[in-house]
């Protein structure tokens, strides 16, 4: 009875695998450049409130030192960090979030912006005062001086404004990347002048890296072979026909031991 279902079951393999194919690996690249699962996670702490955001950029001002420059390690850090401030329901749908990248296009639509604003030569990082552009901190005070010469920038729904700014100041705009030291250079001296009441800051994300990588997302690939393979139909029939003989003598052997037993 077992030999029989052994038997059964190794033939049906058989047939099922009777013909070979080659696996195709997919990947799925996105037209906008690369966005760090940091700035990812701080949109999704934005989304739960602008306090949570900001609570994330003052414990991610620069933490390059604080792992060691493995994406796991980089990505446990992330979590544990946004795990101060999140339940753990919360901190699992940030989990699956950063795992399908669905802030990527968020992130990337306020670095768009400061294609509007391209950045002076050679800086990673800037602040923009009404129009007038430097990466040199030291510059800050002689812009705000001078900002009333010049219009307000136009902010939008989703720019991230620091608690406590005054609207009426001057409104200095960082494009910096969060987590880095230059950034953490800026966030200190625009902080300060909020709490003067000599500013409005705002921060938009910027960044220039590589494209993103996504997963979780269905790929249909319709691939033709061009190439003509001449076939013997014959012998692909008399192949055919003997599987098909065999699997009904044997499918015959099974029911009879079964009915014995």
Same mark, same amino acid.
């Given at each position: 009875?077992?030999?029989?279902? !052994?038997?059964? /079951?190794?033939? $049906?393999?058989?047939?099922?695998?009777?013909? *070979?194919?080659?696996?195709?690996?997919?990947?799925?690249? @996105?037209?906008?450049? #690369?966005?760090? /699962?940091?700035?990812?996670?701080?949109?999704?702490?934005?989304?739960?409130?602008?306090?949570?955001?900001?609570?994330?950029?003052?414990? #991610?001002? #620069?933490?390059?030192?604080?792992?060691? *420059?493995?994406?796991?390690?980089?990505?446990?850090?992330?979590? +544990? +960090?946004?795990?101060?401030? $999140?339940?753990? !329901?919360?901190?699992?749908?940030?989990?699956?979030?950063?795992?399908?990248?669905?802030?990527?296009?968020?992130?990337?639509? /306020?670095?768009?912006?400061?294609?509007?604003?391209?950045?002076?030569?050679?800086?990673?990082?800037?602040?923009?005062?009404?129009?007038?552009?430097?990466?040199?901190?030291?510059?800050?005070?002689?812009?705000?001086?001078?900002?009333?010469?010049?219009?307000?920038?136009?902010?939008?729904?989703? *720019?991230?404004?620091?608690?406590?700014?005054?609207?009426?100041?001057?409104?200095?705009?960082?494009?910096?990347?969060?987590?880095?030291?230059?950034?953490?250079?800026?966030?200190?001296?625009? @902080?300060?002048?909020?709490?003067?009441?000599?500013?409005?800051?705002?921060?938009?994300?910027?960044?220039?890296?590589?494209?993103?990588?996504?997963?979780?997302?269905? !790929?249909? $690939?319709?691939?033709?072979?061009?190439?003509? +393979?001449?076939? *013997?139909?014959?012998? !692909?029939?008399?192949?055919?026909?003997?599987?098909?003989?065999?699997?009904?003598?044997? $499918?015959? /052997?099974?029911?009879?031991?079964?009915?014995?037993?």
């Amino acid at each position: 009875m077992w030999l029989c279902c !052994v038997l059964l /079951l190794s033939l $049906l393999s058989a047939v099922s695998g009777a013909s *070979d194919s080659k696996a195709i690996t997919t990947t799925l690249t @996105t037209k906008w450049a #690369n966005t760090p /699962l940091l700035l990812e996670a701080s949109e999704f702490l934005a989304e739960e409130s602008q306090e949570k955001f900001w609570d994330f950029v003052e414990a #991610n001002q #620069n933490i390059e030192g604080e792992h060691d *420059d493995t994406d796991l390690a980089y990505y446990e850090l992330i979590v +544990k +960090k946004a795990g101060a401030l $999140l339940s753990s !329901v919360q901190l699992n749908m940030l989990k699956f979030a950063l795992s399908l990248r669905a802030y990527s296009s968020t992130v990337h639509s /306020l670095q768009q912006i400061a294609s509007t604003e391209p950045p002076p030569s050679g800086c990673s990082a800037f602040i923009s005062v009404h129009g007038e552009k430097t990466c040199d901190v030291e510059k800050l005070d002689s812009l705000l001086k001078t900002a009333s010469e010049r219009p307000k920038p136009y902010l939008f729904k989703g *720019d991230h404004r620091y608690p406590g700014s005054n609207p009426d100041a001057p409104v200095v705009i960082l494009y910096a990347q969060m987590g880095k030291s230059d950034f953490q250079e800026f966030h200190r001296v625009l @902080t300060s002048k909020v709490n003067e009441g000599s500013a409005t800051y705002v921060l938009r994300h910027y960044l220039l890296v590589s494209k993103v990588h996504l997963s979780g997302y269905g !790929v249909e $690939l319709a691939i033709k072979s061009q190439e003509y +393979k001449a076939k *013997d139909d014959t012998q !692909v029939q008399g192949e055919q026909t003997h599987r098909n003989t065999l699997l009904t003598h044997t $499918l015959l /052997l099974f029911s009879h031991e079964f009915w014995v037993v």
